[in-house]
């Protein structure tokens, strides 16, 4: 018996029971259940986390084609109280791959057909953990989807790439020595050194054809008397680059500043990687899979333009396993006023549509 399952119905059941990063209990009984009952094999606590993957495998043999949905909400203190929110959507995601796979159980010919539903994706750990999983080691083609908001894709649109960029949060302890403010001589203030390396920042120049930011986000030093030199000075940086090559260019440049600066001071500096994300890198014969499946599902008028911005550790995944080929498609459902507000909101009657290309990436991949 095949049953299939309506996407904007299981949003909103997930819509309603939010769960942080690695917190997704929930979510994944919710997912765990519903895989069961249509029959699907089921791996839970993946890499011990609430990870969960279905498994469908077809009669012949073929490549393994992976299905990626993430399942965390967003934190927030609403009126002094602190709370969950899917304000990425997320729930949409995990909604749309449960509706792809009532669609797809009966269908899959050859090959495999995973489907992924990767806790954390918003602490950046998610993929991590599904990697070290072993997840992706057999993966031959792998799709991500997000919704998108109404500034990026017109609703009703989707695009068949999201150009996410690398990103990194980067913090930089410059170490100097204290000294009387009367006789600086004596010292190295470690402020002065900090404020060097910004300006210096600032002067660094790429190629301007590439996009690329680093913004000096917090500045602290020693808070002693007002008449000493401060010995420490910590600096937190926020680091985008459109491609990877270029995002370690900007690392062993900025890693040169820091260290040169500081020496040229008789100080010394370390620079500690808070977080980190790898920007989009796609396989244009995938992509042109995705739009294929666009233009057949829902025409040629369906199919908006790139779009970009932002970060999203689904590309880990590609960064682990090059040889994979990765497609990730932005789903425009009017979210508005964006994503991570808490009051995002958006049409769920545009989630069909994206269950509607996954299936046709997948059936013509393996069906
Ligand atoms: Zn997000
Ligand atoms: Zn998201």
């Keep these: 018996m095949s049953t299939v399952l309506d996407p ?3 949003w909103e059941d997930l819509h309603k029971i939010p769960e942080l990063a690695m917190q997704e209990v929930k979510t994944s009984a919710y997912v765990t259940k519903t895989l069961q009952d249509l029959g699907i094999e089921v791996q839970t606590g993946i890499g011990g986390t609430t990870g ?25 203190t609403i009126d002094g109280k602190e709370c969950a929110i899917h304000a990425c959507g997320h729930d949409s995601h995990t909604a749309m791959l ?3 796979a009532s669609r797809l159980k009966d269908r899959v010919k050859k090959g495999t057909l995973k489907l992924l539903f990767q806790p954390a994706e918003e602490s950046i750990s998610g993929a991590l953990a ?9 993966v031959d ?27 990194r949060t980067l913090r930089v302890t410059v170490h100097g020595r204290s000294a009387h403010a009367a006789r600086p001589h004596l010292g190295v203030s470690a402020l002065d050194v900090a404020c060097a390396i910004v300006q210096g920042v600032q002067n660094m120049w790429f190629n301007p054809a590439g996009i690329w930011s680093m913004k000096a986000t917090q500045l602290h030093a020693d808070q002693g008397a007002t008449n000493s030199i401060p010995e420490t000075a910590t600096i937190t940086f926020d680091n985008r680059a459109q491609t990877n090559p270029m995002m370690r260019d900007f690392s062993e440049r900025f890693a040169k500043l820091v260290e040169g600066t500081a020496a040229a001071y008789g100080a010394t500096a370390e620079i500690t990687e808070l977080g980190a994300c790898p920007a989009a890198e796609y396989d244009e014969d995938f992509k042109q899979m995705v739009i294929d499946s666009i233009v057949r599902t829902h025409g040629q008028e369906a199919v908006a333009k790139d779009c970009g911005g932002g970060g999203e550790d689904f590309h880990y995944y590609k960064m682990h396993k090059p040889t994979m080929k990765a497609a990730y498609f932005g789903l425009g459902v009017g979210a508005t006023p964006g994503l991570h507000a808490a009051t995002m909101h958006f049409d769920p009657k545009y989630l069909p549509m994206g ?7 997948v059936e013509h991949l393996i069906g």
């Design 8 to 10: 904007i119905k299981m």
């Design 52 to 76: 969960v993957m279905g498994v469908i495998k077809g009669a012949e043999p073929g490549p393994v084609v992976l299905l990626r949905a993430d399942m965390d909400a967003l934190p927030f």
């Design 98 to 100: 449960l509706a792809a």
């Design 130 to 138: 599904m990697i070290k999983a072993g997840v992706i080691d057999d």
């Design 141 to 167: 083609y792998a799709l991500g989807a997000h919704i998108r908001p109404i500034q990026d894709v017109p609703a009703g649109q989707i695009c068949p790439a999201v150009n996410h960029t690398a990103s």
């Design 355 to 361: 269950v509607d290309v996954m299936v046709d990436v």
